[in-house]
């Protein structure tokens, strides 16, 4: 497929250009910070560099694509304001653009903090309702509705992947629950990319970790196979006086933040 890939300078853009890329898919890139060399060369439809909040950067670079994965976002709370613009208006701009270019698919990058401040009890459904924890987490909220009404309104196959703890490895004992490694996160944007989809569908990202705060069953039917578990990891980690608060809500830490901390 031809791939637009946002944020591609970024920690998951990078890992995911160059897994998409062995995968076999033609990748563009964009990106507020200039590719390096070694990545440009994993962008053959080209590595630009632009703010994808501006409906001419987002019309120019979904031309001609069959697919973006947008991973554009700042990944951390910030005010209201600066948190809808990095993640809802992105994801606005983004979509106009494939309306008005005809490009059929979004996999996005959404948060599990867009449920975060669901209580730790029962493993958590992909249709939880949403409670976010965070204004990080409203705006990823906000991100999925737009998801959802330009699926329903355009026809748009939307898959918004709810990303745990994107780390080489858990450091914490949450994220032996929360952890989605290097490897599984191009297994599932490949599959939210090729699997049969109609309208939206949220899945949760994380590896098939055996204390799994979240359902990953949504994700296994678009064809999502983690093979990773953080439980490998589990001797390494040690007790944390936080561990316990960080095990009461979905969103670990982000559930007690204060909110609107700037960027
Ligand atoms: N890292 C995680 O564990 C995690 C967990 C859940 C969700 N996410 C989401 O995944 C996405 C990527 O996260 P990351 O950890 O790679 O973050 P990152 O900060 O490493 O990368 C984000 C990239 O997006 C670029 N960017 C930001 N705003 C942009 C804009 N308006 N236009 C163009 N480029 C822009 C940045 O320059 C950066 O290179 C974010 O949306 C984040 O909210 C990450």
Avoid: C
């Avoid at 948060?111 to 958590?124: C, E, K, M, W, Y």
Wanted: charged share 20%; net charge negative.
């Amino acid at each position: 497929m031809r791939v637009l890939v946002t944020g591609s300078s970024g920690a998951i853009g990078r890992t995911v250009v160059s897994g998409l890329s062995s995968q076999g898919h033609a990748l563009r890139g964009v990106d507020r910070t200039e590719a390096d060399t070694e990545l440009t060369g994993l962008l053959p439809l080209g590595a630009v560099v632009g703010d994808v909040t501006d409906p001419v950067v987002a019309a120019s670079v979904v031309s001609d694509v069959d697919a973006v994965v947008h991973l554009a976002g700042h990944p951390d709370e910030a005010t209201l304001p600066e948190s809808l613009a990095s993640h809802a208006h992105t994801t606005a701009a983004l979509l106009d653009a494939m309306v008005e270019a005809g490009v059929p698919r979004m996999v996005f990058a959404s948060s599990n903090h867009a449920v975060g401040l669901s209580p730790r009890t029962d493993l958590l459904a992909a249709d939880a309702r949403p409670r976010p924890d965070t204004f990080y987490g409203v705006a990823k909220v906000a991100a999925e509705g737009l998801l959802s009404l330009y699926a329903d309104r355009f026809g748009i196959a939307a898959v918004a992947l709810r990303i745990g703890s994107f780390l080489p490895e858990p450091t914490t004992v949450r994220e032996l629950s929360t952890w989605l490694s290097y490897g599984d996160a191009v297994r599932l944007v490949d599959a939210a990319l090729t699997a049969p989809v109609e309208g939206f569908a949220a899945v949760y990202g994380i590896s098939a970790n055996s204390r799994a705060w979240w359902d990953l069953e949504a994700g296994r039917r678009l064809g999502y196979e983690p093979r990773d578990d953080a439980e490998a990891y589990a001797d390494q980690i040690g007790a944390r006086s936080e561990d316990e608060g960080e095990g009461a809500y979905a969103g670990g830490p982000f559930a007690v933040m204060p909110l609107g901390k700037a960027i």
